[in-house]
T-cell receptor, first 108, second 111 residues
Framework: RKEVEQDPGPFNVPEGATVAFNCTYS??????FFWYRQDCRKEPKLLMS???SGNEDGRFTAQLNRASQYISLLIRDSKLSDSATYLC?????????FGTGTSLTVIP | NAGVTQTPKFQVLKTGQSMTLQCAQD?????MSWYRQDPGMGLRLIHY???????DQGEVPNGYNVSRSTTEDFPLRLLSAAPSQTSVYFC??????????FGDGTRLSIL
């Protein structure tokens, strides 16, 4: 079983739509969680950390549910520039486990 | 602020050749790591280090060596290149619990 699992998509949404991604992790000892975005053939870039109380950064909201072992990312008012692959990450001990990514395309 | 610097950006090798991918960070991070990314596979951890003189294996360590003689540098060595090692390689650094900061990658092809 993979440490972190994501729906690969693709998600194709119109501009202005709200879209949500979920990610599950298998190890209850995982300590910290993150969302990254990755543009085609480029390095992953940190989008936001995920805190137990949930956190928001502009149009982006991240949630952590430890009981069900999943994290989520909500993007409101989607922009064309949000088109990318979104990676969720769980830190367990001294290792970071990445999901395979969810592809998002925002359509004009 | 350079962040994480990887060299080279592109490399073509022949099967059996060896080479070293360089990674340097200037953020005084304890943690450094190497990943490979293949289509449909996501990022897979090769080796990581929690400080100078300390290294450990990740998910896919075979065929690769690392060392960490300084906090700043974490080179990755391919001992005898194989076509299965064709991939994009990313180096990352962070404080122990993250978040990780990535270099812009090395695209490696092995013929």
């Amino acid at each position: 079983r993979k440490e972190v699992e994501q729906d690969p998509g693709p998600f194709n949404v119109p501009e202005g739509a709200t879209v949500a991604f979920n990610c599950t992790y298998s190890n209850s000892a995982s300590q910290s969680f993150f969302w990254y975005r990755q543009d085609c053939r480029k390095e992953p870039k940190l989008l936001m950390s995920v805190y137990s109380s949930g956190n928001e950064d502009g149009r982006f909201t991240a949630q952590l549910n430890r009981a069900s072992q999943y994290i989520s990312l909500l993007i409101r008012d989607s922009k064309l520039s949000d088109s990318a692959t979104y990676l969720c990450v769980a830190n367990t001990g001294n290792q970071f486990y990445f999901g395979t990514g969810t592809s998002l395309t925002v359509i004009p | 602020n350079a962040g994480v610097t990887q060299t080279p950006k592109f490399q073509v090798l022949k099967t059996g050749q060896s080479m070293t991918l360089q990674c340097a960070q200037d953020m005084n991070h304890e943690y450094m790591s190497w990943y490979r990314q293949d289509p449909g596979m996501g990022l897979r951890l090769i080796h990581y280090s929690v400080g100078a003189g300390i290294t450990d294996q990740g998910e896919v360590p075979n065929g690769y060596n690392v060392s960490r003689s300084t906090t700043e540098d974490f080179p990755l060595r391919l001992l005898s290149a194989a076509p299965s090692q064709t991939s994009v390689y990313f180096c990352a650094s962070s404080y122990i619990s993250g978040p990780q900061h990535f270099g812009d990658g090395t695209r490696l092809s092995i013929l």
